[in-house]
């Protein structure tokens, strides 16, 4: 007779990191939609943003780093725990994500600000630049956003693989 296989438990903490992972994937696609709807206030050459737009933007983008943090720290926490390697490679992961997402943290304030109609505090952000130069040379802070979406959605994926298999 053959023997069976037992498969390893997901343990609390691992259900916990994999929750936090599924729900930084979430709150990326939210922030990828919310961005996606401003693209056209960014693309009109117009140094004003319609308030809402950036205020969700930038909700969504400071709720998105900090539950990239959230994520990277408690897959190494949890790691050091139980030594499942694809926990440590999701907090890894989200780590990148988050590095990534720091990076256009100046093009989110700009973009924020330009919404709240603080054109000093948009100027002192963009420097000797118009708005609209500073717009345009944004393609390595949109790049970067784009990279961190992707890995966010990659660890969050992987997480509910992870979830559904046990």
């Known amino acids: 007779m053959p023997k069976k296989i037992k498969k390893r438990e997901v343990t609390k ?3 916990i990191e994999c929750i936090i992972a599924i729900i930084a994937m979430a709150v990326g696609l939210c922030f990828a939609g919310a961005f996606i709807v401003m693209i056209p206030d960014i693309e009109s050459d ?4 319609q308030l809402t737009k950036a205020v969700i933007s930038a909700a969504s983008y400071v709720l998105f ?7 990277a720290v408690i897959g190494f926490l949890v790691y050091r725990n139980c030594k499942v390697t694809g926990v440590m490679m999701r907090g890894f992961f989200a780590a990148v994500a988050s590095f990534t997402a ?5 093009f989110m304030l700009a973009l924020f600000f330009s919404g709240l109609g603080k054109d000093d505090i948009v100027q002192s952000i963009i420097g000797d630049n ?3 130069n500073f717009i345009k040379n944004q393609a390595p802070g949109f790049a970067c956003l784009v990279i961190a979406l992707s890995i966010m959605i990659f ?3 992987s997480a509910i693989v992870k979830l559904a298999k046990r």
């Open 130 to 132: 118009s708005y609209s």
């Open 155 to 157: 660890v969050g994926v």
């Open 65 to 71: 780093m900090c539950l990239s943090v959230a994520e």
């Open 46 to 49: 117009s140094e004003k943003v």
């Open 13 to 15: 903490g691992e259900k």
């Open 102 to 106: 720091a990076l256009s943290l100046r």
